[in-house]
């Protein structure tokens, strides 16, 4: 069991999400319901957010892998599920996802300064695609399918997905699947859409998004941590925008001016600029510490 493991304790879920620590500072969520597709039910929904929310504020956490049980990653939304939401639930539907600011499965437009990595087998269609969008890194299996299938339902991919998907792979692709509402291979995800980072058997899904997780922590979490803020500060802003709003980048350029010690020794976010280069020229391996808080 990995070292950090045995002092986190996730708030409380249900049996619709499997929560892991399969290597120190990584957190695994696994979408339960393989029987449903792993379709999205409220309960879920609200797992995911409680879990997540702790992720967001636990320092010993620095990355997140998003998976699923079963023969698909998330087919979407639990239809009957939603119906009876929506025969029960007063709030307007366009209210409601408004109000919800996370997304859909409380990843879809989650603005997490953590890396979060998509481990994808099967298929994910409708809001299990628009999570996938949301997701830094995604590693899928061998002719996995992904659609954003929602016009072919008299509805609209509201959760994210349209900004995101237009965001990388332009106007026209991501016409091609919002429009036909078709469906993508991970082959052509990978080499014309560019949302998918690798492909891989089915089988090597998950130890890959693992791997990756563990190369992420390899690194200075402070940095990591501070990096990502900028590439979410830059999904908004232009290039000069994004360098006088990066407030994680702000702390490391004040900081750099007087820190003079060649040791890591504080959880100050700055503390990698003078002691990573002291221990290259030792040849050290740096030993990081868990994030500051930016």
């Known amino acids: 069991m990995p070292s950090t493991a045995t002092t986190l304790k996730p708030p409380a879920h249900s049996n619709e999400l499997k929560v892991d620590f399969p290597a120190d500072h990584v ?53 009957k599920a939603w119906n009876n939401s929506q025969q029960h639930n007063k709030i307007d539907e ?41 997701c830094d890194i995604v590693i899928a299996g061998t002719g996995t399918k992904f659609a954003l299938p929602e016009v072919k339902r008299g509805v609209v991919a509201i959760q994210g997905g349209i900004p995101r998907l237009a965001q990388i792979v332009g106007h026209q692709l991501a016409s091609e699947m919002l429009l036909l509402g078709r469906v993508v291979d991970a082959a052509e995800a990978h080499t014309r859409f560019g949302f998918v980072n690798r492909v891989v058997p089915s089988s090597e899904v998950l130890s890959t998004a693992l791997a990756i997780a563990q190369e992420i922590t390899a690194n200075s979490p402070d940095a990591v941590q501070s990096t990502k803020e900028g590439l979410l500060i830059s999904q908004k802003l232009n290039y000069h925008q994004t360098l006088l709003a990066h407030e994680g980048l702000k702390a490391f350029s004040e900081v750099s001016r007087s820190f003079s010690t060649s040791i890591i020794t504080s959880h100050d976010p700055l503390r990698l600029t003078w002691a990573s280069s002291s221990l290259r020229v030792q040849k050290r391996a740096p030993a990081w510490k868990n994030p500051a808080k930016l």
């Open 27 to 79: 957190l695994l969520l696994t979408f339960n319901r393989p029987k449903y597709l792993n379709a999205m039910t409220p309960t879920m929904t609200e797992d995911l957010r409680r879990v997540l929310d702790w992720f967001e504020n636990e320092p010993q956490l620095w990355v997140v892998i998003v998976t699923g049980t079963g023969r698909v990653f998330c087919a979407g939304a639990d239809l």
């Open 94 to 134: 366009q209210e409601k996802i408004v109000g919800d600011v996370h997304g859909f499965g409380s990843i879809s437009r989650r603005q997490s300064i953590k890396p979060m990595i998509a481990a994808v087998s099967g298929g994910a269609y409708g809001g299990g695609t628009e999570i996938v969008l949301n």
